[in-house]
């Protein structure tokens, strides 16, 4: 018989490690968000995204979360006029990443907030473990 704790602790610790690799994800981007190219008319850092899909764990049946791919975002680099940097093109356009960093802040914070979310089921779940070793203690 599977113990529905057990499955519950499983798939909270899925979404626990998925959502840790985004949370990884989005500080690389927020920490290459002014990393421009090294020579004149260099591509810039290229944001990066994190797909994740649902997978069944054969013994116990859950759908367990993984990240089914880590991608670069396709839309345009932004373009700035600095003709004194190092990455400036001949018409001293300099190109910086794709990066937004509002974009990037509301996704750490829905990052972490699912997080926190798979921590406290899994909080809750050793929680009712614990109880019921208790009662089977004291029966």
Request: proline share 5%.
């Amino acid at each position: 018989m599977i113990d529905p704790l057990q499955v519950s602790l499983k798939i909270a610790a899925s979404g626990l490690e998925a959502q840790s690799k985004r949370v990884r994800i989005v500080s690389e981007n927020l920490a290459n968000a002014q990393s421009t190219g090294n020579t004149p008319g260099a591509d810039p850092y290229t944001r990066k995204t994190i797909s994740f899909e649902t997978e069944v764990d054969r013994i116990t049946g859950a759908n367990l979360v993984r990240v089914e791919s880590i991608d670069f975002d396709r839309s345009p680099y932004r373009i700035e006029h600095d003709p004194g940097h190092p990455a400036a093109d001949a018409g001293g356009y300099v190109k910086l990443p794709n990066v937004n960093m509002l974009v990037e802040m509301a996704d750490m914070r829905e990052a972490n907030r699912s997080y926190e979310a798979n921590l406290q089921v899994i909080k809750q779940a050793r929680e009712m473990l614990s109880m019921t070793i208790d009662l089977l203690r004291n029966s």
